[in-house]
Nanobody
């Protein structure tokens, strides 16, 4: 399975971006992770697209980010509203083809995208 991301960019504080990630084959769940310079990669959001479509978010983005899935296109969209400078990072899409309740656990994800840069300036 290959993951292709798009939709990053540079915006001002308070603006929005909606990166997307398209999988070339079956996946049970997707996750979005981000890594800022000098920091560890962290979980942003996860969705169980192969089950009930339940979504989960990191506390830092809850209420501002929304993760959705288009079954027909096998694509997930991370709608990011009210962006802040601290959201600046490389964002990575990941996917796995089996169930695991730990949406944030990076080691459980088998497939990874190439990353898309998100830069938020004040």
């Amino acid at each position: 399975v290959q993951l292709v991301e798009s939709g990053g960019g540079s915006v001002q504080t308070g603006e929005s971006l909606t990166p997307s990630c398209t999988a070339s084959g079956y996946t049970f769940s997707f996750g979005w992770f981000r890594q800022a310079p000098g920091q560890e990669r962290e979980g942003v959001a996860g969705i169980y697209s192969g089950r009930d479509g339940a979504t989960y978010y990191a506390a830092s983005v809850k209420g501002r980010f929304t993760l959705s899935h288009d079954n027909a296109k096998n694509t997930v969209y991370l709608q990011m509203n009210n962006l802040k400078p601290e959201d600046t990072a490389m964002y990575y899409c990941a996917a796995r083809d089996s169930y695991d309740s730990r949406w944030w656990f990076q080691a459980t994800y088998k497939y990874w995208g190439q990353g898309t840069q998100v830069t938020v300036s004040s």
